[in-house]
């Protein structure tokens, strides 16, 4: 089993940047791919950005292209995602989730949730 547990969430302003950060744990917590999908009220989950086990390989939503970046540390067995250019709606439940698969795209294939953590983008 994998336990997944977000941080780093809070209130900012449009246009400032945000760090949150997912700690891993479990037996085989560092043979998982890791990823991080948002949940904004009303509306469906959506896949945000995932990273190989490695690290070597990263997918992004058109949405956050070139403003979000994911990052892992496997010595630390964690997950981040720096979030620069925050606009209003980014506005979100941010989950960190774990998979045997490459997250890609969709919420099917994953394995693990973390409880995740509210992200507020006021405009």
């Known amino acids: 089993q994998v336990q997944l547990v977000e941080s780093g969430g809070g209130l900012v302003q449009a246009g400032d940047s945000l760090r949150l950060s997912c700690a891993a744990s479990?037996?085989?917590?560092?043979?998982?791919?890791l990823g991080w999908f948002r949940q904004a009220p009303g509306k469906e989950r959506e896949f945000v950005a995932g990273?190989?086990?490695?690290?070597?390989?990263?997918y992004y939503a058109n949405s956050v292209k070139g403003r979000f970046t994911i990052s892992r540390d496997n010595a630390k067995n964690t997950v981040s995602l720096q979030m620069n250019t925050l606009k209003s709606e980014d506005t979100a439940i941010y989950y960190c989730?774990?998979?045997?698969?490459?997250?890609?795209?969709?919420?099917?294939?994953?394995?693990?949730w973390g409880q995740g953590t509210q992200v507020t983008v006021s405009s």
């Open positions: 989730a774990a998979a045997r698969r490459p997250i890609v795209s969709d919420t099917t294939t994953v394995d693990y």
């Open positions: 479990g037996r085989t917590s560092s043979n998982y791919h």
């Open positions: 990273i190989s086990v490695s690290g070597g390989t990263t």
